[in-house]
Structure formats: C-alpha cells, structure tokens
C-alpha cells in the first residue's frame, strides 16, 4: 500500500520560515506529479505548489516569491520550503502524489498524505 508521510510543521511566527517533507513509499514505480495542498478552518483544499516529474514547478499565486518546492525523484520525495510566511498561510498541509504508477497494477493512481499543521502566529 503506497504511504505519504509529511513532516515539518509546527507553530511559527509571521516572518518565520518552516521546511514540509513529504516521502512516499510501499511499491512504486513512478509518480508523475508530487505537490502540496492547504485546507484553513472553513475553506476548500487549495493547490500550493506541485512539481512534475521533469521538474516543472506551479504555485498558487499567494505564495509566489515565497514558498519553494522541489523534488527528489530517487527519494519520491516532495519538499515545500516556506519563508516570509503569513498568519493567512496558516492551515493544514497536505501532500499529494498523483499519477502514481505501481508494479503489476494496471493504472495511474493519486495518493494524499494525512496532513501536517502549520500555524503563524501574528
């Protein structure tokens, strides 16, 4: 069964910066596309950033200019690199891996993380 474990979170005050990783295993061949996501109290879940497996990275324009993402494919590993951070940026964190393909299974498969808090305090 595929896992994402994020971790990296916690509580930081606005200005403060904070690293998420998220590592994904339990049989896999290839992922297409890792990213992150945040759900705040009382909102849907919102793309921040993802990266394609040739490296092509998107944001969510609110976090262009401070939030980085990357990827390490040997790893399967997704990380989100967040400066200057905002009391808005203040939700849980998911990580997502999407077109996941596994070994004698046909098909391409998303997985979720179970997310990590974030919290900036003003």
């Known amino acids: 069964q595929v896992q994402l474990v994020e971790s990296g979170g916690g509580l930081v005050q606005a200005g403060g910066s904070l690293r998420l990783s998220c590592a994904a295993s339990?049989?896999?061949?290839?992922?297409?596309?890792m990213g992150w996501y945040r759900q705040a109290p009382g909102k849907q879940r919102e793309l921040v950033a993802t990266?394609?497996?040739?490296?092509?990275?998107n944001y969510a324009d609110s976090v262009k200019g401070r939030f980085t993402a990357s990827r390490d494919k040997s790893k399967n590993t997704v990380y989100l690199q967040m400066a200057s951070l905002k009391p808005e940026d203040t939700a849980v964190y998911y990580c997502?891996?999407?077109?996941?393909?596994?070994?004698?299974?046909?098909?391409?498969?998303?997985?979720w993380g179970q997310g990590t808090q974030v919290t900036v305090s003003s």
């Open positions: 990266v394609t497996s040739d490296g092509n990275v």
């Open positions: 339990g049989g896999i061949v290839s992922i297409n596309t």
């Open positions: 997502n891996a999407a077109g996941v393909k596994r070994p004698f299974i046909v098909g391409w498969y998303d997985y």
